[in-house]
């Protein structure tokens, strides 16, 4: 299975972008399944959680994109969104997917999507 991310780019303060992750080769029953999270890599920091999605819809954000960040799943596109508005510099990072089982991740790590946010 790859994770491939898209949907980043360079946006002013306050613009809004649509990341997707499409779990392509993955076996539908797998992945409705699994529970996905988005996760984002700022310069110079490591990797941190921004939402997740279970799979019976439960989800959850970090304070810090709460209201601003909505995570969804299509499962018969077998791909995983984050909806962000009222972008803020420091939203800036390369944002990857994946999904978490048992406290594991369960794929390899894409190449990600950098998002940019200028002030």
């Known amino acids: 299975v790859q994770l491939q991310a898209s949907g980043g780019g360079l946006v002013q303060a306050g613009g809004s972008l649509r990341l997707s992750c499409v779990a392509s080769g993955a076996i539908w029953s797998t992945f409705t399944a699994n529970d996905w999270g988005w996760y984002r890599q700022a310069p110079g920091n490591q990797r941190e959680l921004v939402a997740t999605?279970?799979?019976?819809?439960?989800?959850t954000y970090v304070d810090s994109v709460k209201g601003r960040f909505t995570i969804s799943v299509n499962n018969s596109k077998k791909t995983v969104y984050l909806q962000m508005s009222s972008l803020k510099p420091e939203d800036t990072g390369v944002y990857y997917c994946?999904?978490?089982?048992?406290?594991?991740?369960?794929?390899?790590w894409g190449q990600g999507t950098q998002v940019t946010v200028s002030s």
């Open positions: 994946n999904a978490y089982r048992g406290g594991s991740f369960v794929y390899d």
């Open positions: 999605i279970t799979n019976n819809g439960r989800i």
